[in-house]
């Protein structure tokens, strides 16, 4: 059974994305005071009174507008209600009802969904501001007066969703979901990849940079297993990055490479690799991630013989700090591939998440050393004891040696590759970590 759905819905600027920030106790929506700064919807887990359910976060719906953005996020906001299981429509105390929240009313009254209303920036503690009863003429019940900020109010609100939730059965399930972040600067088709994924016009897709704002989570389950795809604002360069709003944008990309398991780093097949791509990928593997390079729009490249190869082989030398990334070419567009990328997903998490016994890996530690003897300098030769795995994701290897400084980076580099050769350990990085004896662990 899945888990109930609250909406958060209503007009721009009343204060939702804080609202839906202080229920799930994550900052993930971006808050400012600019209408229109939330445009897809960004789901997040709640829980409340024992009680685990999703929420969902939508742009401010405009009843009636000829803005392309706008009509994009009421088309949003439908969808979430179209899918919830109660909604939340949110108003502002301080500019009464307006008619844009008559609107907004009369579309969920239209809906046959349960609504609770939410009227937002009671901030006042103590007797009820006369105010409120003044929302009682959008005719959807009691009015219960909250505070974003300050949260009062908060537990009457969701006390009064739940009555609306099904009965509850084993909401909980074994998370064996991996978590796939779509990074790339802008442009370059991530939101139409995950709308390919999942059949639907989940997110926004403009041909104006920028369009996504926040990092959006989407469940998706198929035949090759379960997978939250977070899809990312473009990552510009930061003398770019002049909007604050924007700033937060990227900022939220790369809280969303750390939350993910595998990075997909999109690339525009007619641009081949640009130095802001270079430093994107750079943000994956410092991360650790297990990491895809997914050439994007390459139904749009004239092709020759040996074309494909040839942009793998520029693809490899421009990201050459990530050789272990499998590189996959693909059309957001036509779905060419897609179904490949799944298959490339579990592959390289399950390599990420390999772990190796002390016994095989000194084995080979053994081998590598009888192959290239270990370097020497001023009569001192590097003797190397042994080694062990302390971690997964990305794969961690701690290395017991008599000197660091005998150590050379090239050495170490030579032992990676070995290890590689012999466990594959395929589009993931490798940590290995130095120590000599007489350090304290």
Partial sequence: MSRPLVAIVGRPNVGKSMLFNRLTGQRLSIVEDTPGVTRDRIYAPCEWNGRTFDMVDTGGIEP??????????REQAQ?????ATVIILVTDLRT??????KDVANMLLRSKKPVVLAVNKADSTGATD????????LGLGDPIPVSAIHGHGTGDLLDECMKYFPPAEEDAEEDDTIKVAVIGKPNVGKSSLVNRILGEKR???SDMAGTTRDAVDT??????GRYTFIDTAGIRRKSKVEERVEKFSVMRAQLAIERADVCLILIDARDGVTEQDTKIAG?????GKACIVVVNKWDLVEKETGTLEKMRKDVMRDLSFMSYAPVLFISALTGQRIERLFELINFVNDQSSMRI???MLNNVLADAQARVQPPTDKGRRLKIYYMTQTGIKPPNFVIFCNSKELFHFSYQRYIENQIRAVFGLEGTPVRIVIRQKGDKE
């Fill in 64 to 73: 009636s507008t000829d803005s392309e953005i706008l009509l994009f996020m």
């Fill in 79 to 83: 969808i979430a209600i179209d899918a």
């Fill in 96 to 101: 009464g009802v307006t008619a844009a929240d």
């Fill in 130 to 137: 006369p105010a409120i009863y003044e929302f009682y003429s």
């Fill in 203 to 205: 997110l926004i897709v």
């Fill in 219 to 224: 469940l998706v389950e198929n035949q090759y």
């Fill in 283 to 287: 943000l994956a593997h410092e991360a």
């Fill in 357 to 359: 016994t002390t016994g």
